[in-house]
């Protein structure tokens, strides 16, 4: 079975703070998939990121930024430079080799403040 | 292309009644995926097709729900006799690879009142 934990379920911060969201995740395969989402008012996801199982190496797409961490089965998103528009729900995410079926994290609530 | 479209975006139906969603996925995708989410928490997996073919099915899915993809296109997702626990976004999602990337329609919101 697998299990994606957001202990955080609202964080709020100053606009040009920076913030980490944290994911932790189960699984028995030794071959899966890690994502991030971003789920602004709209409702619609947006895809952020995916990592494989393989590929430990952290990744920096500008303001944000992931921390990828087999050894303690975290894959941390942060924010660098927080602003207004990066409100939203975040949700981490994780498939293994086989599956078809994306299992979500409850999501953490970002809400930054001007 | 305009992305996943999902119609209708809000749905308001008294218990008991049966309520038809449809996705329309990104035209070039073989694969589309029905997921659930319910207030404050992340989306679960309902179903997946590959392309007409329905090939996962949550157990989440019981009885009174039904999904198809006809011409593996697009595809509806039926509840039958809605109960006030269906309540909940319903997200449709496509994708060309099977680990890849999922786009995301808006979703259709469901009250059952």
């Known amino acids: 079975a697998q299990k994606v934990t957001q202990a955080q379920t609202e964080i709020s911060v100053v606009e040009k703070e920076d913030v980490t969201l944290d994911c932790v995740y189960e699984?028995?395969?030794?071959?899966?998939?890690l994502f991030w989402y971003k789920q602004p008012p709209s409702g619609e996801l947006v895809f952020l990121i995916r990592?494989?199982?393989?590929?430990?190496q952290n990744e920096i797409s500008g303001r944000y930024s992931w921390n990828f961490q087999k050894s303690t089965s975290s894959f941390n998103f942060t924010i660098t430079a927080s602003q207004v528009v990066d409100s939203a729900v975040y949700f981490c995410a994780l498939v293994n080799n086989a599956g078809n079926m994306l299992t979500f994290g409850g999501g953490t609530r970002l809400m930054v403040k001007p | 292309d305009t992305g996943v479209s999902q119609n209708p975006r809000h749905k308001i139906t008294k218990r008991g009644q049966n309520v038809t969603f449809r996705c329309d996925p990104i035209s070039e995708h073989n694969r589309l995926y029905w997921y659930r989410q319910t207030l404050g928490q992340g989306p679960e997996f309902l179903t997946y097709f590959q392309n007409e073919a329905q090939l996962e099915k949550s157990r989440l899915l019981s009885d009174r729900f039904s999904a198809e993809r006809p011409k593996g296109s697009f595809s509806t997702l039926e509840i039958q006799r809605t109960e006030q626990g269906d309540s909940a976004m319903y997200l449709c999602?496509?994708?060309?690879?099977?680990?890849?990337?999922?786009?995301f329609g808006e979703g259709s919101r469901l009250t059952v009142l």
């Open positions: 699984t028995r395969d030794t071959t899966y998939y």
């Open positions: 999602a496509s994708s060309v690879h099977r680990d890849g990337e999922l786009f």
């Open positions: 990592r494989n199982s393989f590929d430990e």
